[in-house]
């Protein structure tokens, strides 16, 4: 899984963008290895990842472990304990994800859902822009296609995803988003 968290609260000035990637085994929750890309409190989230990973914590683990919060330092979820939220949103089965390479699913219908300027400052090629507040105006449109959705970094992705799939509408939320997409591409 991959995400893009700030280093803490939002609401305190400063904040920078961390991307973190987790390897794990999607049945048995093993942990195998991760990678943190960013400026302050990168290190601190690799320290707590490298722990994990030497206690034999499971990645569905990492959402109860008790970090430290302080607004300058950290958000109330640490960016570990979201790794955690996402891996185990993706074992339970709550979550369909696919990888920034695979977004071209043959015959799926590709959402954009963020907002309107989000979508013209750059998106997916072949997305169609459908702003997470108004998927419900479009369930009737989207029923009976194989949809992929995304945002950001994910997470209004995967809240489009919960959505459309509690309609009966198959649905896959792109992994980190569109972020994440941006990344490969370079690659």
């Given at each position: 899984?991959?995400?893009?968290?700030?280093?803490?609260?939002?609401?305190?000035?400063?904040?920078?963008?961390?991307?973190?990637?987790l390897l794990f085994d999607l049945e048995?929750?093993?942990?195998?290895?991760?990678?943190?890309?960013?400026?302050?409190?990168?290190?601190?989230?690799?320290?707590?990842?490298?722990?994990?990973?030497?206690?034999?914590l499971r990645a569905y683990d990492l959402?109860?472990?008790?970090?430290?919060?302080?607004?300058?330092?950290?958000?109330?979820?640490?960016?570990?304990?979201?790794?955690?939220?996402?891996?185990?949103?993706?074992?339970?089965?709550?979550?369909?994800?696919?990888?920034?390479?695979?977004?071209?699913?043959?015959?799926?219908?590709?959402?954009?859902?963020r907002e309107p300027h989000e979508f013209?400052?750059?998106?997916?090629?072949?997305?169609?822009?459908?702003?997470?507040?108004?998927?419900?105006?479009?369930?009737?449109?989207?029923?009976?296609?194989?949809?992929?959705?995304?945002?950001?970094?994910?997470?209004?992705?995967?809240?489009?995803?919960?959505?459309?799939?509690?309609?009966?509408?198959?649905?896959?939320?792109?992994?980190?988003?569109?972020?994440?997409?941006?990344?490969?591409?370079?690659?």
């Amino acid at each position: 899984v991959h995400t893009h968290p700030s280093s803490h609260a939002g609401y305190y000035p400063g904040a920078e963008q961390i991307h973190l990637k987790l390897l794990f085994d999607l049945e048995s929750g093993q942990i195998y290895g991760a990678q943190a890309v960013g400026g302050s409190g990168t290190d601190k989230r690799i320290d707590v990842l490298a722990t994990a990973l030497h206690a034999d914590l499971r990645a569905y683990d990492l959402a109860d472990l008790p970090l430290a919060y302080a607004p300058p330092f950290s958000s109330a979820k640490d960016p570990v304990n979201m790794l955690g939220y996402v891996a185990g949103n993706i074992m339970d089965g709550l979550s369909k994800t696919i990888q920034w390479h695979e977004v071209d699913r043959e015959g799926a219908l590709l959402i954009d859902v963020r907002e309107p300027h989000e979508f013209a400052a750059g998106t997916i090629p072949g997305a169609r822009n459908i702003p997470l507040p108004n998927l419900r105006d479009h369930i009737d449109e989207l029923r009976g296609h194989a949809v992929t959705v995304f945002c950001q970094v994910g997470v209004r992705g995967h809240n489009a995803a919960m959505l459309l799939n509690g309609e009966g509408i198959d649905t896959v939320n792109v992994d980190g988003g569109y972020l994440t997409w941006v990344a490969g591409q370079r690659a």
